[in-house]
């Protein structure tokens, strides 16, 4: 059996792993899950039950998103308008106008998730290099 960490690690590294489920996570303490949701870039706070469906249905609408590029002539032929209204609901931004409008919120709203993920994983990776590490002697 994979310990708790294992299985942060492998969350973390493996956005596609079959243990993003709603039985795996909550096997992780809360304050990882707060974890996984900011490098989701969507909100973090709340008890564990509420992180574990937010961040399986925030990743299920960057999965769905994934595909698309920058331009939301893709994304409105793929989709009907009440679609991407319910996607925008999903993302908890604005869910008026036309599908092209929708479109592009939709994709604008992945690429800042995105922008916050990175940030936040930049920072881990900082701080985890000011940490002392294990010396190591080379014989």
Not at 93 to 100: A, E, L, M, T, Y
Not at 110 to 119: A, V
């Amino acid at each position: 059996m994979k310990t708790p960490k294992s299985l942060l690690s492998e969350l973390i590294h493996d956005f596609d792993s079959q243990r993003w489920n709603e039985y795996e996570l909550p096997k992780l303490f809360l304050r990882e899950l707060q974890v996984l949701a900011k490098l989701l870039g969507c909100p973090f706070s709340g008890v564990k039950e509420i992180l574990v469906v937010r961040l399986l249905a925030h990743r299920q609408l960057r999965l769905k998103l994934a595909r698309f590029g920058d331009d939301p002539a893709p994304l409105m032929e793929a989709y009907r308008r009440e679609a991407l209204r319910d996607m925008c609901k999903e993302a908890g931004i604005w869910r008026s106008g036309n599908k092209r409008a929708l479109a592009a919120g939709l994709l604008n709203w992945r690429d800042r998730c995105r922008l916050n993920g990175q940030k936040f994983y930049q920072e881990l990776q900082a701080a985890s290099q000011s940490r002392p590490h294990q010396l190591t002697f080379h014989f």
